[in-house]
Nanobody, 122 residues
Framework: QVQLVESGGGLVQAGGSLRLSCAASGRTFSIYAMGWFRQAPGKEREFVAA????????KYADSVKGRFTISRDNAKNTVYLQMNSLKPEDTAVYYC???????????????WGQGTQVTVSS
């Protein structure tokens, strides 16, 4: 099993920035890909960003490209999501995810964190 714990959510004004962190523990040797999803009230969960083990491959949803940056520190088993130029429509619960492959992660066949709330006020 893999445990994921997110931190860094909060309330920010539109145009502001936040950085989310997610620390993994347990069978971390089985993790190749880590990433983030989000779910806004009344909407389905959606993919935000993902990154491979060696950071050689990263993927982003079109809605966050150019504003969000995903990175990871393998020594700390931690993945980060730097969110800049935040918009009210970025308001959601953000979930950390981890899987053996990027494909499994994007297919939502992965481990999940408990979620952290991000609220962007206009």
């Amino acid at each position: 099993q893999v445990q994921l714990v997110e931190s860094g959510g909060g309330l920010v004004q539109a145009g502001g920035s936040l950085r989310l962190s997610c620390a993994a523990s347990g069978r971390t040797f089985s993790i190749y890909a880590m990433g983030w999803f989000r779910q806004a009230p009344g909407k389905e969960r959606e993919f935000v960003a993902a990154i491979s083990w060696g950071s050689s491959s990263s993927k982003y949803a079109d809605s966050v490209k150019g504003r969000f940056t995903i990175s990871r520190d393998n020594a700390k088993n931690t993945v980060y999501l730097q969110m800049n130029s935040l918009k009210p429509e970025d308001t959601a619960v953000y979930y950390c995810a981890a899987a053996e492959t990027l494909y499994l992660l994007q297919s939502e066949n992965c481990y999940w964190g408990q979620g952290t709330q991000v609220t962007v006020s206009s």
